[in-house]
């Protein structure tokens, strides 16, 4: 295995395990986490995407055929996790977290692996991906919960308007648009957001390695360790055979499998409390997810940078 790619993520991993430890050792209080994540999602990961996009060169040559391998991935997954529906002996509210599993991605991960490996190109080409699988994912997971807990239709209006008012979607379009107008960035301005969003990283990874429940790992299951094959081997192989097809060049297929090859985010528990799923299997695939990637990922983004 290259043993730079190695060294490039090892790093994400220890900052992960050095906030699960902060969490263990009440380091600096169990009431700091939840404002670490707010912080983190609100204000230093869309400053960050802002000033990356809107900064970037794009183009359009690459990114088209990017997005539609990214699309194509998304729902062929979601489409094979229907069809292996009938195989599973498990409850509806299970399978909505199962199908969560088998499709949420970590954005935390995601961003400082492509910044660690690919510098300022890799963060752009993430808040790409950020732009397409993020509202996607959640329009399909979303429509799963309601459909298994036959939820009023007032919760889709909810829930849509809260896809479109996600801070990051917001952070890339208007990035996106601040680019295309040709506008651009104070230099001023565009410091400024660099220094706020490079917080996001340590603070985003620490909090999620807090959020961390050791003890889901030591009790998964068949269908845990099912989800993470799943999410973890067989997404990531479906978007390389579609990055292949699509003729993306090097970074942007890198980019798009690792992506594909990334852990479920906590939020998928959020979401799951919130619609009636089964929370608690949501929270131990998560878990379970995240630290397996700790193999699985370096081996991934190692094969794929060969």
Known sequence: MNISILGSLLPIFVVILTGYLFRRFRFPGDAFWPYAERITYFVLFPALLFQKTASATLDIHTLGPMVLALLATVLFMASLLFLIRPWLSMSAS???????????INTYVGLSAAFAIFGDTGITLAAVAIGVMIPLI??????????????????WSSLISGIVQNPLIIACAAGIAI???????????????????????????????AALDINAA???????ILNCAIKLIIMPLCMFTAAQLMG??????????????????????ILARQLGGDSLFMANIVTVQVISSMITLPVVVALITL
Do not use: W
């Not at 299970?94 to 599993?101: E, N």
């Not at 040709?182 to 917080?199: C, K, Y």
């Not at 798009?256 to 939020?267: D, E, H, I, M, R």
């Open 248 to 269: 993306l060049d090097p970074v942007a297929s890198a980019i798009a499998v690792l992506f594909a090859a990334l852990p479920g985010s906590p939020n998928a528990y």
């Open 94 to 104: 299970s399978f909505t977290s199962f199908f969560q599993g088998g499709l949420r």
């Open 138 to 155: 959640n329009v399909l997971c979303v429509a799963i919960l309601v459909g298994s807990s036959q939820a009023e239709s007032k919760n």
């Open 179 to 209: 680019n295309i107008s040709g506008v651009g960035l104070h230099t001023g301005i565009s410091e400024t957001l660099l220094i706020i969003g490079r917080a996001s990283l340590p603070l985003g990874l620490m909090a999620l390695g």
């Open 218 to 224: 030591r009790n998964s299951g068949r269908l845990i």
